[in-house]
């Protein structure tokens, strides 16, 4: 075999083998039983699975379809200052004008109100004084601002759910689409949907003597909780390597630019502190390895090991993890806090992002208060000067920021983010906490499990069949060349669901179909060379010569016909979203895993057969 071919061969077995591995974890989840699941779930295990397996979309899995839209006329109505019939009854009518008619909102308001003669700015003080069409941008600009707030309140608390990739995006200007795959209480979802946004202001307990104390108070209601067994299980499947000598260097690294007053390390596997052994702490804040987030999640839900945290104190998460000690694992903060809140979002009036900071050129948050925030902002900030106050949404921590100074006019800085999107995001958080507007359920649709198993049944049946079918037809008429073709259309399926195994995919029915197209232009590609190949024979060219002619002369057009099809697939990624984007995303990579089986693999099986022997007859 010559060095060209051994390569060429050593490249099938690698791609066949990585192939083999990014599919290891769909086919090990989708294989495994209840129960199996039940219990990688409480050691983390079943999150690592989760984030390379191929999920199932709304439509194969049943679940949660809902569209909110902003209630324009509740908000509008809202900032009118006192009760006017008049604007009353023109924001109300201006509003059934433009549904029926399906026209913008605000163009419609903007007619009627000239039509009628109204000065807007005397009813909308709230905005600077100014002519109609000023006011008119600062109430669309305000409605767009409500909508985005209400978008984050949401993806916020989706995660409550454990839904795996839920669907959160905008339709037009005024409404959200969410998509829960999977979930079974439809009336608790569309509860917390729907709840007012909480926006608090939290002081961070400090005391490190109070946080041990609380660990401690854990561990015993946990081991209780736990019984012997079940801690030793526990232990056996979830405990963290936590030794001193890998992590203490990192964290004291970490946390040497912090507040902090303390740090400490947790051991391992400790039956008598199940709690403290799957935690680290530093700098006044527990520190928890992704993977464990769950399964401690669960726990400290449960009644009795709650009673164990002092009432003036709560445990919160934060949002997003971080890597603390640079070995690449994520740890998510958890936060021992004051009981009750210093205050409330309601006396948030705005919150923006800019450039600013120290040097002028980073990124922060200007927040303002009103006159009654700003006073109980001075109190609070002028006595706990140096300590750490959590931004709090719906029971989430988005950001623990030191106090510098005393802040006595309400307006305050906040600084610390990494680029301009979490700016973006905090600022959105703090003007969410006093949402002007409620979300009006549109359209809801739940799709039951059972009609998910059948559409799963149907789509499998459609493309089991059509396989079948291709594979037979390509035996028959091809006859030793249509068996080969037939492996390089296994080995193409096996191509794709590794790749989308390894996006972290949703498969959904358009996805689906786009599986079964990627084998009829696998298909077509095979046929076109077959068909040249021949054309060479028929010519009388040698078996070897008819092989490479026929490949040759099949390239340009498969890669013509395969390329328009990619660049198609590539312009519905990027204009589609929803299952249009997971039909896309199918077909893109089916359609390049078929052009290297089609045109790398089974040429080099072609090469081996007319490398080994003098081929004088091809079966085609």
Do not use: C
């Not at 192939?19 to 779930?41: C, F, Q, R």
């Amino acid at each position: 075999m010559s060095g060209t071919l051994r390569m060429r061969v050593f490249l099938v077995v690698l791609l066949i083998g990585s192939a083999a591995y990014m599919l290891k974890d769909t086919i090990s989840y989708y294989t495994m039983d209840e129960a199996k699941k039940e219990a990688l779930l409480e050691s983390g295990e079943l999150e690592k699975i989760r984030r390379n397996i191929i999920h199932q979309g709304l439509d194969l899995q049943g679940g949660m379809h809902v569209v909110l839209e902003v209630d324009l006329e509740e908000l509008i109505k809202t900032r009118v200052e006192g009760n006017d019939v008049v604007i009353d009854e023109l924001i109300s009518s201006s509003l059934q004008e433009a549904q029926q008619e399906e026209v913008d909102f605000f163009s419609t308001f903007a007619t009627n109100v000239e039509a009628s003669n109204v000065r807007l700015a005397r009813y909308f003080p709230i905005y600077e004084k100014g002519p109609n069409a000023d006011v008119m941008d600062a109430l669309e600009s305000d409605a767009k601002d409500a909508v985005d707030r209400a978008e984050e309140i949401i993806r916020n608390r989706v995660d409550e759910f454990g839904v795996s990739e839920p669907i959160i995006q905008r339709k037009g200007d005024w409404r959200i689409i969410v998509e829960l795959a999977g979930i079974s209480n439809e009336a608790q979802a569309r509860e917390l949907i729907q709840a007012t946004a909480l926006l608090e202001f939290v002081l961070i307990q400090e005391d490190s003597q109070l946080l041990n104390e609380v660990i401690r108070n854990i561990d015993k209601a946990w081991a209780a909780d736990m019984g012997d067994e079940d801690s030793t299980e526990q232990l056996e499947t979830a405990a963290v390597d936590t030794s001193a000598e890998d992590i203490v260097p990192s964290l004291a690294d970490v946390l040497a630019g912090d507040e902090g007053d303390s740090l400490s390390i947790t051991g391992t596997g400790d039956i008598g502190r199940p709690f403290s052994s799957l935690i680290n702490v530093g700098s006044n804040t527990i520190w928890v390895p992704e993977e464990n987030v769950r399964s401690i999640k669960r726990k400290l839900k449960k009644p009795t090991i709650a009673a164990s945290i002092p009432t003036d104190s709560r445990l919160a998460w934060g949002v997003s993890s971080r890597d603390i000690s640079g070995d690449g694992r994520l740890h998510r903060a958890l936060y021992l806090m004051k009981g009750t809140a210093e205050l409330t979002g309601d006396v948030v009036t705005d919150a923006r992002e800019s450039l600013g900071g120290f040097s002028g050129a980073e990124f922060v948050v200007h927040l303002s208060m009103n006159d009654e925030g700003s006073r109980e902002w001075t109190k609070i900030t002028a006595g706990n000067v140096g300590k750490r106050i959590a931004i709090v949404m719906d029971g989430h921590v988005h950001m623990a920021g030191v106090i510098r100074d005393k802040i006595s006019d309400g307006r305050t800085q906040i600084e610390g983010m990494n680029d301009l999107q979490d700016a973006k995001k905090l600022a959105v958080v703090l003007r969410a906490g006093a949402l002007p507007a409620p979300m009006i359920i549109e359209e809801e649709r739940t799709i039951g499990a059972s009609l998910g198993a059948d559409s799963v049944a149907s789509a499998t049946r459609a493309m089991v069949i059509g396989f079948i079918l291709v594979i037979i037809f390509m035996a028959v008429y091809y006859k030793g060349a249509g068996l080969i073709a037939d492996v390089a259309l296994f080995i193409n399926l096996a191509f794709t669901l590794a790749v989308l195994s390894t996006l972290n995919a949703t498969l959904t029915l358009p996805g689906i179909a786009g599986l079964i197209l990627t084998v009829g232009m696998a298909v077509d590609a095979n046929v076109l060379i077959f068909e040249r190949i021949r054309e060479e024979l028929r010519n009388a060219k040698t078996v070897k010569k008819s092989i490479d002619d026929g490949f040759g002369r099949a390239l340009t057009t498969i890669v013509d016909a395969n390329l328009t099809t990619i660049l198609a697939a590539g312009v519905l990624w990027q204009f589609g979203s929803g299952t249009i984007k997971g039909f896309a995303t199918t077909l893109f990579w089916g359609i390049l895993t078929s052009m290297i089986t089609a045109i790398f693999i089974t040429r080099t099986v072609f090469m081996v057969l007319t490398e080994r022997k003098t081929m004088t007859k091809l079966s085609i």
